[in-house]
C-alpha cells in the first residue's frame, strides 16, 4: 500500500510491534528505513557538542541495527538529534520524502487498544505524511487482515476514503464494508413531530440504504456517537478507514475529535485519510492515526 516507509525505533517492544505493522502495510518492493530520534545536549557548544552528537549517532545506528536484526528484515538505518522524538521523525519523513510513517504506543493499560503517550502523540499531530501506530503486543499477535472498514457519510474525504479502502480491499482479498453513524442535535428531541424512536430508526434505515447502493460494499449503520460508534464497529475488522479535511501547503491532517478519540479506543488498525491522498501507490501528503489488534 505504502512505497517508502519509516518505522520509529526506540530500542524498546513499542518499535518491535511497528517494525511488524510496517510490514503489513509496505508495498511490494516498497523502501523500509528504521528511524530512531536522539535527544541532544542543547547546553553543550563547539567540539564538546560534536563529540556529543557523534556518539549519540553511533549509539542510534547500534540500536537500530540489533533491532533490525531481531525482527529479520532488510532496511536502511538513519537517525536524528532533536528536542522531540515528534520533531525528528517529522523532519525525517519530510527529507526522505516518506508516504507513511509507523510508530508504537505506550504499554499501559487494556490489551488490545492504542495508549498515546506524549512521543506517540507528537509523532501523530502535525505529521507530514500518513501515520500509524502499532498497539502494545502487535508484534506478537498480527494476523491476516480479512475485512476493511470504511467511516462513511458521504462526504468528499468518506467518499475518498471509500476509494482507497476499496483498492486496498482487492488488493488483499479483504471483504469491505462502510459505517455511517448518525446523530442528531439536542434540539431535536424537544420538538414536536413523529416519534423520537421511530424517527431515528428511519435515519439509521436510510444509511444503510445509500451505503448499500455504493455497490460492492456492506452496510452498516447505528445511533450514536462517531467515536463510540466507530471503536464497537471496528472490533470486527482488520483495518478502519476515515476521511479527514486537510489544511495548509502540505495538506497536514486537522485532528478532529473523532480522530483523536479513535486513536485511542479503535479496536483495529485506524487509517484517516486527507483529500490530498490521490492513490495508495504515490507518497501524497496525507496523515493517519493508524492502530492495530491482532485482528
Do not use: W
Amino acid at each position: 500500500m505504502f512505497n517508502n516507509v519509516i518505522v520509529g525505533v526506540d530500542g524498546q517492544d513499542g518499535g518491535r510491534d511497528a517494525i511488524a505493522l510496517a510490514q503489513k502495510l509496505i508495498a511490494e518492493g516498497g523502501d523500509l528505513a528504521l528511524a530512531h530520534v536522539h535527544r541532544g545536549e542543547t547546553m553543550l557548544v563547539g567540539s564538546a557538542k560534536r563529540g556529543n552528537e557523534a556518539s549519540e549517532r553511533e549509539r542510534s545506528l547500534e540500536l537500530l541495527s540489533a533491532a533490525r536484526e531481531q525482527a529479520g528484515v532488510e532496511a536502511d538505518r538513519i537517525c536524528i538529534g532533536s528536542a522531540s522524538v515528534g520533531q525528528g521523525l517529522h523532519e525525517l519523513a519530510e527529507r526522505e520524502h516518506a508516504d507513511l510513517l509507523v510508530i508504537g504506543s505506550c504499554r499501559r493499560g487494556l490489551i488490545g487498544r492504542v495508549l498515546v503517550n506524549d512521543d506517540t502523540r507528537d509523532a501523530l499531530n502535525g505529521a507530514p505524511c500518513a501515520a500509524a501506530v502499532a498497539p502494545a503486543g502487535y508484534s506478537q499477535r498480527a494476523a491476516v487482515v480479512r475485512q476493511i472498514g470504511v467511516g462513511y457519510n458521504a462526504s468528499p474525504e468518506s467518499q475518498h476514503a471509500l476509494a482507497i479502502a476499496r483498492e486496498l480491499a482487492a488488493e488483499r482479498g479483504a471483504k469491505l464494508s462502510a459505517f455511517e453513524a448518525i446523530s442528531l442535535p439536542a434540539y431535536f428531541f424537544s420538538a414536536p413531530g413523529a416519534p423520537v424512536i421511530e424517527t431515528i430508526d428511519a435515519y439509521v434505515d436510510e444509511a444503510r440504504v445509500r451505503i448499500a447502493a455504493l455497490g460492492d460494499v456492506e452496510p452498516h449503520a447505528a445511533y450514536g456517537a462517531a467515536a463510540e460508534e466507530l471503536a464497537v464497529y471496528s472490533a470486527s475488522l482488520g483495518m478502519l478507514f476515515i476521511g479527514s479535511r486537510g489544511y495548509g501547503p502540505i495538506g497536514r491532517l486537522v485532528h478532529g475529535s473523532t480522530s483523536r478519540q479513535l486513536a485511542r479506543a479503535a479496536r483495529c488498525p485506524l487509517i484517516v485519510l486527507t483529500r490530498a491522498t490521490t492513490a495508495v501507490h504515490e507518497p501524497d501528503r496525507v496523515e493517519v492515526a493508524l492502530t492495530a489488534t491482532g485482528t
